[in-house]
Protein backbone atom coordinates (compact mmCIF):
# COMPACT_ATOMS: atom_id res chain seq x y z
CA UNK A 1 0.00 0.00 0.00
CA UNK A 2 3.11 2.01 1.00
CA UNK A 3 4.49 1.59 -2.59
CA UNK A 4 1.34 2.36 -4.48
CA UNK A 5 0.81 5.69 -2.62
CA UNK A 6 4.54 6.91 -2.97
CA UNK A 7 3.58 6.14 -7.13
CA UNK A 8 0.38 8.05 -6.77
CA UNK A 9 1.75 11.18 -4.93
CA UNK A 10 4.88 11.21 -7.44
CA UNK A 11 7.03 10.65 -4.25
CA UNK A 12 8.54 7.43 -5.98
CA UNK A 13 10.40 7.60 -9.19
CA UNK A 14 11.26 5.13 -11.50
CA UNK A 15 14.98 4.46 -12.12
CA UNK A 16 15.60 3.57 -15.20
CA UNK A 17 18.82 1.77 -16.23
CA UNK A 18 19.53 -0.66 -19.39
CA UNK A 19 19.66 -4.48 -18.31
CA UNK A 20 19.15 -7.89 -19.77
CA UNK A 21 15.43 -8.79 -18.78
CA UNK A 22 16.22 -12.88 -19.98
CA UNK A 23 18.43 -12.60 -16.54
CA UNK A 24 16.00 -11.06 -14.06
CA UNK A 25 13.65 -14.08 -15.18
CA UNK A 26 15.75 -16.26 -14.48
CA UNK A 27 16.46 -15.00 -11.31
CA UNK A 28 12.36 -14.49 -10.77
CA UNK A 29 12.58 -18.58 -11.56
CA UNK A 30 15.14 -19.40 -9.04
CA UNK A 31 13.51 -17.38 -6.37
CA UNK A 32 10.32 -19.52 -6.90
CA UNK A 33 11.68 -22.76 -7.74
CA UNK A 34 11.51 -24.76 -4.76
CA UNK A 35 7.41 -23.34 -4.15
CA UNK A 36 6.59 -24.76 -7.73
CA UNK A 37 8.36 -28.29 -6.81
CA UNK A 38 5.71 -28.33 -4.02
CA UNK A 39 3.27 -27.55 -5.96
CA UNK A 40 4.32 -29.68 -9.10
CA UNK A 41 4.35 -26.60 -11.59
CA UNK A 42 6.72 -26.34 -14.17
CA UNK A 43 8.37 -23.10 -14.61
CA UNK A 44 9.04 -22.45 -18.40
CA UNK A 45 11.21 -19.38 -20.03
CA UNK A 46 10.16 -19.42 -24.12
CA UNK A 47 13.46 -17.65 -25.24
CA UNK A 48 14.64 -18.89 -28.83
CA UNK A 49 16.38 -15.62 -28.89
CA UNK A 50 20.38 -15.95 -27.35
CA UNK A 51 20.92 -12.55 -27.44
CA UNK A 52 20.55 -10.37 -24.71
CA UNK A 53 16.88 -8.90 -24.40
CA UNK A 54 17.88 -5.55 -23.48
CA UNK A 55 15.14 -2.81 -22.00
CA UNK A 56 14.98 0.44 -20.19
CA UNK A 57 13.72 0.28 -16.83
CA UNK A 58 13.79 -0.07 -13.11
CA UNK A 59 15.18 -3.16 -12.94
CA UNK A 60 13.83 -4.28 -9.28
CA UNK A 61 10.49 -2.60 -9.64
CA UNK A 62 10.56 -4.59 -12.73
CA UNK A 63 11.20 -7.81 -10.46
CA UNK A 64 8.84 -7.09 -8.29
CA UNK A 65 5.94 -6.98 -11.18
CA UNK A 66 7.51 -10.50 -12.35
CA UNK A 67 7.62 -11.67 -8.59
CA UNK A 68 4.15 -10.85 -8.10
CA UNK A 69 2.81 -12.40 -11.10
CA UNK A 70 4.77 -15.22 -10.69
CA UNK A 71 3.32 -15.84 -7.18
CA UNK A 72 -0.19 -15.39 -8.50
CA UNK A 73 0.19 -18.32 -11.12
CA UNK A 74 1.42 -20.79 -8.55
CA UNK A 75 -0.61 -19.89 -5.93
CA UNK A 76 -3.91 -20.02 -8.53
CA UNK A 77 -1.92 -23.02 -10.42
CA UNK A 78 -3.03 -26.54 -10.76
CA UNK A 79 -1.02 -29.35 -9.67
CA UNK A 80 1.57 -30.41 -12.94
CA UNK A 81 0.63 -27.05 -14.60
CA UNK A 82 2.60 -24.42 -16.20
CA UNK A 83 3.66 -20.96 -15.56
CA UNK A 84 5.89 -19.97 -18.69
CA UNK A 85 7.08 -16.55 -19.45
CA UNK A 86 7.95 -15.21 -22.58
CA UNK A 87 9.61 -12.07 -24.42
CA UNK A 88 9.03 -11.04 -28.17
CA UNK A 89 9.40 -8.10 -29.81
CA UNK A 90 6.18 -5.90 -30.36
CA UNK A 91 7.60 -3.54 -32.02
CA UNK A 92 10.93 -1.52 -32.97
CA UNK A 93 10.82 0.15 -29.81
CA UNK A 94 8.98 -2.38 -27.88
CA UNK A 95 8.87 -5.86 -26.38
CA UNK A 96 6.07 -7.30 -24.51
CA UNK A 97 6.28 -9.70 -21.42
CA UNK A 98 4.08 -12.41 -21.16
CA UNK A 99 3.31 -14.76 -18.02
CA UNK A 100 1.26 -17.61 -18.64
CA UNK A 101 -0.09 -20.09 -16.76
CA UNK A 102 -2.93 -22.96 -17.31
CA UNK A 103 -4.56 -22.58 -14.02
CA UNK A 104 -8.24 -21.85 -12.96
CA UNK A 105 -8.85 -18.80 -15.01
CA UNK A 106 -11.08 -15.95 -13.78
CA UNK A 107 -14.52 -15.31 -14.82
CA UNK A 108 -14.69 -12.52 -17.65
CA UNK A 109 -16.70 -10.28 -15.08
CA UNK A 110 -13.82 -10.27 -12.50
CA UNK A 111 -11.29 -8.67 -15.41
CA UNK A 112 -12.07 -4.96 -15.45
CA UNK A 113 -11.48 -4.84 -11.81
CA UNK A 114 -8.37 -7.27 -11.18
CA UNK A 115 -5.80 -4.36 -10.65
CA UNK A 116 -8.01 -2.44 -8.28
CA UNK A 117 -6.98 -2.10 -5.03
CA UNK A 118 -8.01 -4.78 -2.08
CA UNK A 119 -10.06 -6.81 -5.24
CA UNK A 120 -10.20 -10.19 -4.40
CA UNK A 121 -11.75 -12.71 -7.07
CA UNK A 122 -12.02 -14.88 -3.71
CA UNK A 123 -14.89 -13.50 -1.79
CA UNK A 124 -14.36 -16.32 1.23
CA UNK A 125 -11.83 -13.85 2.79
CA UNK A 126 -9.72 -17.26 2.97
CA UNK A 127 -6.04 -15.51 3.22
CA UNK A 128 -4.63 -19.49 3.12
CA UNK A 129 -5.04 -18.84 -0.84
CA UNK A 130 -5.81 -15.56 -1.28
CA UNK A 131 -3.98 -12.30 -0.58
CA UNK A 132 -3.69 -8.58 0.48
CA UNK A 133 -5.88 -7.88 -2.64
CA UNK A 134 -2.60 -5.59 -3.59
CA UNK A 135 -0.06 -7.38 -5.45
CA UNK A 136 -1.71 -6.82 -9.10
CA UNK A 137 -2.28 -3.22 -8.31
CA UNK A 138 1.10 -2.83 -7.25
CA UNK A 139 1.93 -4.46 -10.91
CA UNK A 140 0.02 -1.76 -12.43
CA UNK A 141 1.22 0.76 -10.82
CA UNK A 142 5.08 0.63 -11.05
CA UNK A 143 4.14 -0.35 -15.09
CA UNK A 144 2.23 2.65 -15.33
CA UNK A 145 4.74 5.05 -13.72
CA UNK A 146 6.87 3.35 -16.52
CA UNK A 147 4.77 4.71 -19.06
CA UNK A 148 3.90 1.40 -20.17
CA UNK A 149 0.79 -1.24 -20.84
CA UNK A 150 -0.34 -3.98 -18.89
CA UNK A 151 -2.92 -6.61 -20.08
CA UNK A 152 -4.70 -9.91 -18.83
CA UNK A 153 -6.46 -12.46 -20.47
CA UNK A 154 -8.49 -15.31 -18.31
CA UNK A 155 -10.78 -18.23 -19.71
CA UNK A 156 -12.31 -20.33 -16.43
CA UNK A 157 -10.72 -23.57 -16.57
CA UNK A 158 -8.10 -22.82 -18.79
CA UNK A 159 -5.52 -20.08 -17.21
CA UNK A 160 -4.81 -16.42 -17.54
CA UNK A 161 -1.96 -14.39 -19.43
CA UNK A 162 -0.93 -11.10 -18.11
CA UNK A 163 1.28 -9.08 -20.23
CA UNK A 164 3.11 -6.11 -20.19
CA UNK A 165 5.40 -3.77 -22.37
CA UNK A 166 8.54 -2.41 -21.53
CA UNK A 167 10.92 -0.10 -23.75
CA UNK A 168 13.54 -2.12 -25.70
CA UNK A 169 16.99 -0.22 -25.76
Known amino acids: MYLINQFESGI ?5 IDFDIRGLVQNVFELFEMQAN ?7 FEN ?6 LVNADEERIQQVLTNLVINSLKYGVNKGTTEISIQDLNEEKV ?5 DNGE ?4 EH ?8 YRVDKSGNRDQGGSGLGLAIVKHIIEAHQEK ?20
Open 111 to 118: LPRLFERF
Open 150 to 169: IFVESSPGVGSEFSFTLQKT
Open 38 to 44: KSEIILS
Open 96 to 100: IVRVT
Open 48 to 53: TNSQPI
Open 12 to 16: KSIER
Open 105 to 108: GIER
